[in-house]
């Protein structure tokens, strides 16, 4: 089975499991039962060497006692650098409690017209960035 690719993301929430780790004054070994994995496998991921799986990333969440989104917090769209990282972002997003709450009140709104302005209004926030 060929080898998977470690996206960009993959090393921010590496970045972001090492610095929650070290804000606790936790080592590598006290996430060994957290995720399930070898000492070694918590390495590579905190180098962004090998990735986390969604199950792994519910764990430290739950475990740090925060959001999966806080693995993402420093991500911005034009940080992005191919497809599949937008995706995975995207897909970030959409499991976060803000997205889903933006999400719900998105679909809330039954005029069309009004959807439109609003995804407008939003492009020309993130163009002004």
């Not at 590496?14 to 060994?32: H, I, N, P, Y």
């Not at 599949?84 to 970030?92: G, N, Q, R």
């Not at 709450?101 to 005029?111: G, V, W, Y």
Request: glycine share 4%; charged share 30%.
């Amino acid at each position: 089975m060929p080898r998977q690719r470690v996206l960009a993301i993959d090393a921010r929430i590496g970045k972001a499991l090492r610095d929650l780790r070290k804000q606790r004054k936790l080592t590598q070994s006290d996430l060994v039962p957290v995720l399930g994995v070898s000492f070694q496998q918590i390495q590579k991921i905190e180098r962004g060497n090998n990735r986390l799986s969604v199950s792994q990333l519910l764990a430290a969440a739950r475990f740090f006692d925060v959001g999966i989104d806080h693995f993402l917090l420093e991500l911005r769209a034009h940080d992005v650098s191919s497809e599949a990282d937008l995706e995975a972002e995207l897909a970030a997003f959409a499991a976060s409690a803000r997205g889903r709450s933006l999400m719900r009140a998105f679909l809330a709104i039954r005029d069309e017209e009004n959807r439109a302005a609003i995804e407008r209004f939003i492009r020309a926030i993130a163009a002004d960035d």
